[in-house]
């Protein structure tokens, strides 16, 4: 402990630090939630009961059904008769493109096409959301060098 030359009891270092540390993070803090960032937070939708029908992939499916499950206040059902919405995916389509090599020859860079055309009904037959279509594009890039969960 040492004395500071304007206060008469001591003062601890750590403690300093920590009012510094507290400071900055209170001040990243408050610019961060000055520019309107916040946790995303669960979504409330007029639908109770999910069912998700059409074709989708494994992977489309398991995403559409842990968003729905876990970001609404709606769950997921295998019945059309138990559900309040249907959405049907109506087609999906996953493209791989090359977009750069390396002097060498090989891959250094992806982009990946996701395109999935989607329709959604209530339990009445009337349309919710006509025909849609997500098209994602996003480019990645690729080296040899990156270990892999498949190759451990």
Partial sequence: MWLHKNMSTPHQPNRR?????????????????????????????????VLISGRPSPQLRYDLERI???GTNAKVVTAGKDAD??????????????????????ISAYRLNNRVVFRAFDNTGAEVIPESEIYVIRDLDFTTATVLASDI
């Fill in 17 to 49: 630090l920590l009012l510094q540390r507290s400071l900055i993070g209170l001040l990243a803090v408050s610019g961060v939630s000055a520019c309107g960032f916040r946790l995303r937070g669960s979504v409330t939708i007029p639908y109770k009961a």
């Fill in 68 to 70: 729905i499950s876990t």
């Fill in 85 to 106: 919405l249907i959405l049907d995916i109506v087609s999906e389509d996953s493209t791989r493109q090359i977009l750069t090599y390396t002097s060498t020859g090989q």
